[in-house]
T-cell receptor, first 112, second 114 residues
Framework: EDQVTQSPEALRLQEGESSSLNCSYT??????LFWYRQDPGKGPEFLFT???AGEEKEKERLKATLTKKESFLHITAPKPEDSATYLC?????????????FGQGTILTVHP | DGGITQSPKYLFRKEGQNVTLSCEQNLNHDAMYWYRQDPGQGLRLIYY???????QKGDIAEGYSVSREKKESFPLTVTSAQKNPTAFYLCASSDSRGNNEKLFFGSGTQLSVL
């Protein structure tokens, strides 16, 4: 059974204080790892897809990296508007195409 | 603008009542999905459909039903058999062409029990 675990459950940062969110996964044959951002009361918004170990992608203050067992979402000099829940999900060979397994999310709060 | 529209934003269900959540997309995507989100838990898949007139059960399908009569529409019915329906429901779609499993989500429906 595919498993995705995100840590920490919640993270509080001061504006400008860089940090990382972790997504650990156990799957049979990774097809892709996805990061989403979700604001309260809204649907998740796509951030990145990573396909193979060593791959990195960046968008503004966010950088996602991937190893064979985990992914990190690095947040550099965060701003209050980066406050949201960040979700990690995987598509794996043991499941039907398009059927993703999600982690429980990390709630990020950035204080001014 | 292309996207996914879910309605209503808020829905209240009385005991013993069936309710239907609407999901419409104009992205021309073949695949559509329904997820349930509970506080502190990951999104859990209820049903998914990869083509019109076909759909499959996800991990938590009991107490729910769906139909896929049109490419654009994938309504979800929460039946009276679902004993704990209070949750945030998310509809999503994906372009199944190529190796693209990226999901596009709607804005969600919050269902509560009266």
């Amino acid at each position: 059974e595919d498993q995705v675990t995100q840590s920490p459950e919640a993270l509080r940062l001061q504006e400008g204080e860089s940090s990382s969110l972790n997504c650990s996964y156990t799957v049979s044959g990774l097809r892709g790892l996805f990061w989403y951002r979700q604001d309260p009361g809204k649907g998740p918004e796509f951030l990145f897809t990573l396909y193979s170990a060593g791959e990195e992608k960046e968008k503004e203050r966010l950088k996602a990296t991937l190893t064979k067992k985990e992914s990190f979402l690095h947040i550099t000099a965060p701003k209050p508007e980066d406050s949201a829940t960040y979700l990690c999900a995987v598509g794996a060979g043991g499941t039907s195409y398009g059927k993703l397994t999600f982690g429980q999310g990390t709630i990020l709060t950035v204080h001014p | 603008d292309g996207g996914i529209t879910q309605s209503p934003k808020y829905l209240f269900r009385k005991e013993g009542q069936n309710v239907t959540l609407s999901c419409e997309q104009n992205l021309n995507h073949d695949a559509m999905y329904w997820y349930r989100q509970d506080p502190g838990q990951g999104l859990r898949l209820i049903y998914y459909s990869q083509i019109v007139n076909d759909f499959q059960k996800g991990d938590i399908a009991e107490g729910y039903s769906v139909s896929r009569e049109k490419k654009e529409s994938f309504p979800l019915t929460v039946t009276s058999a679902q004993k704990n329906p209070t949750a945030f429901y998310l509809c999503a779609s994906s372009d199944s062409r190529g190796n693209n499993e990226k999901l596009f989500f709607g804005s969600g429906t919050q269902l509560s029990v009266l």
